[in-house]
């Protein structure tokens, strides 16, 4: 069984940082994709930033030059944010993928107090 567990979370002043884990365990034969995902209160979930297969990294605008994604090992990635804002308050959420299969985390709430 995969699981993927988010943790880093947190409340944190505006300003402020904090960097978030995502750990994959389990059986998975490769991970060709990795995600961060959030979902504020009353809006759809988006991604914040992702690595693909040949190492490429994307970033919502929202996050360019604050958020760092970057991965340890293929099953463990991080995610550095810095200058938080309180519009940054959401639920993070690690997706990965393997082949054309999903798994999500059950995310770790980050609150940036104003």
């Known amino acids: 069984q995969v699981q993927v567990l988010e943790s880093g979370g947190g409340l944190v002043q505006a300003g402020g940082s904090l960097r978030l884990s995502c750990v994959v365990s389990?059986?998975?034969?490769?991970?060709?994709?990795k995600g961060w995902y959030r979902q504020a209160p009353g809006k759809q979930r988006e991604l914040v930033a992702e690595?693909?297969?040949?190492?490429?990294t994307n970033y919502a605008n929202s996050v360019k030059g604050r958020f760092t994604i970057s991965a340890a090992n293929a099953r463990t990635m991080f995610l550095q944010m810095n200058s938080l804002k309180p519009e940054d308050t959401a639920v993070y959420y690690c997706?990965?993928?393997?082949?054309?299969?999903?798994?999500w985390g059950q995310g770790t709430q980050v609150t940036v107090s104003s």
């Open positions: 997706k990965i993928e393997s082949g054309r299969t999903e798994y």
């Open positions: 690595i693909e297969t040949a190492g490429i």
């Open positions: 389990g059986s998975i034969p490769t991970i060709n994709y």
